[in-house]
């Protein structure tokens, strides 16, 4: 038979008191043990790219890449369970002894492991106290530098029919058990803990891209679009936080640790989950984790057919508001209702298009428009397509990459369109305020953006396009807040360039040229291709009276647009006040720019 050898961080698991439980109440015990693996421990081990080597009854041999990815498991684990046994007597409570260990295996041809590696694991379960998880001194080493662990150094210890004693430690779950961020190199090791973001006066959340448990990536569109009418619906709850789906997305493909996540979104709490799809059913799990300790407060699992998705996804969000503020369910509740595409397919393209427009490209925006005109032409009532249609066109024209009169027409009709078929829709304001921008109407264009804020108090680029339509109407002041309000709810948003790019068009309206041109910068170090950061950036060099960075800020714009000129910029920008048109335009020719 064939064997490999290899090193690997292998996890051993047992149920405490399997055969007490057993004998009371075997079926139930059996019931619970089923349902434990399906919801908590197979995803848990799935997530931190674990391989289940062999289960042994009311037990598991698992093998990990990585100690780090071990540990972590176990304490997901672990934590899972205290949070399964609330309320119930020691008695009828499951509980685990978790070891892990470092060593030399031997993998045989059809997965098992072998040798004494695999023994000192399972020795040192034994040994493991309940609900604790004991590292052997190998594993120990791999993740002392890596994981904040309160942990307790058990010393030399003689386990049985292993020769030599092992120095054991043990992890006490739920005491100081955080994990670091992952890093680079040995200095990162020392790399202090994020700094946590102060928390606002009312409760906060963010919720992390549900895990993909089907195998198939095709899926991931249906996690995705889970998640974003999820944060859609709890954004209209005028008193909770809720940090944007672009920072909370920033975390997909991670395994986060939750406390981490809730230091650098500054939120109290996080939901997080799986989807698992097999034919027309799904199996979508969710838990509310409260961030600073760890503590799982709400956790339930939904097994429907896709017909009744919409629902579920509502059924979801109402269930997390209950958790967080019981008494005013009742009173929110009506706000949870969100108006939905009747064809899943419409749906699908809209969630396909959105993830297109994120990547802020030529090809990919262009494909998104294709993609919301399938959705419209599959759903003519989808007035959430329609306002994104509108956005898009607008926001494609300021990049160079659609004729601006065109572009203004094509938005304004899907703008139209959006409100008529969903008024509660928040981007059908959002394209509205666009177009409106674009043409400056800034009236009109004030009164779109009111709209979906009222409608969406959390929606990140909302509260942005509210700064950007404020100070292209002469009020920078007001414009900078209403920027640091979405910076605020989604420090790590997709379109944070934007938001750069707004603050420069506050502070150029102001007449703070240096800082008009430093957030220019940092808009163009986000995204060197857009065009109208180097237009501001040169523009507020050149009134700076900064020549040498006004003439390097020229040069890349001219690289971008070949054929720019000053005359065209002061006609087609969208500044409402003829002087800030005029002093753009100056800024321009003062850089070295021609008519």
Known sequence: MAETRKIAAILAADVVGYSRLAGADEDRTLARLRALRSDLIDPAISVHHGRIVKRTGDGALVEFRSVVDAVRCAIEVQNGMVERNAGLTPQRRIEFRISIHLGDVVEESDGDLMGDSVNIASRLEGIAKPG????????????????????????????????????????????????????????????????????????????????????????????????????????????????????????????????????????????????????????????????????????????????????????????????????????????????????????????????????????????????????????????????????????????????????????????TRAIVCDSQDPWAYVGRAMVANAARDNSEGMNAIRQATDLSPNFAYAHAMTGATLALGGRPEEAIESINQAVRLSPRDTFIDDFQLFYAFAHFQAQRYLEAASFAEKAIQLRPEHPYPHIMATASYGLAGNDKKAADALAKLRAIVPGVTASNVEKTTPYALAEDRARLSQGLRKAGLSE
């Not at 297109?356 to 494909?367: D, I, K, M, T, V």
């Open 132 to 415: 604790a998880i004991c590292l052997s001194e190998d594993a120990y080493r791999q993740v002392k530098a890596r994981l904040d662990l309160a942990i307790s150094d058990l010393g030399a210890t003689q386990l049985k029919n292993i020769a030599e004693p092992i120095r054991v430690y043990s992890l006490e779950v739920g005491v100081a058990a955080q994990t670091k961020p992952a890093t680079r190199g040995e200095s990162a090791a020392q790399e202090k803990p994020a700094e946590r973001l102060a928390l606002p006066d009312k409760p906060s959340i963010a919720v992390l891209p549900f895990q993909n448990m089907s195998g198939d990536s095709e899926q991931d569109f249906l996690c995705d679009g889970m998640v974003e009418d999820i944060i859609t619906g709890l954004a209209r709850i005028k008193w909770l936080f809720v940090i944007s789906r672009n920072s909370s997305f920033a975390y997909k493909g991670q395994s986060p640790d939750i406390r981490k996540v809730g230091r650098e979104l500054g939120v109290r709490y996080v939901l997080e989950g799986s989807v698992r799809r097999a034919g027309n059913r799904v199996r979508i799990t969710g838990q509310l984790i409260e961030a600073e300790t760890g503590s799982h407060i709400w956790a339930d699992r939904y097994d429907r057919t896709l017909d009744d998705i919409f629902a579920l996804q509502d059924e979801i969000t109402m269930s997390v508001v209950g958790c967080l503020e019981p008494q005013l369910f009742a009173a929110e509740h009506a706000r949870l209702h969100r108006k939905q595409p009747q064809n899943l397919d419409a749906w699908e393209c809209f969630i396909r298009a959105s993830f297109l427009f994120s990547q802020h490209s030529e090809e990919g925006s262009r494909a998104a428009l294709s993609m919301l005109d399938r959705a419209t032409e599959l759903d003519r009532a989808y007035g959430q397509a329609y306002g994104l249609k509108a956005f898009a066109l607008v926001w494609r024209a300021f990049q160079g990459w659609e004729e601006m009169g065109s572009a203004i027409e094509g938005a304004m009709a899907a703008a």
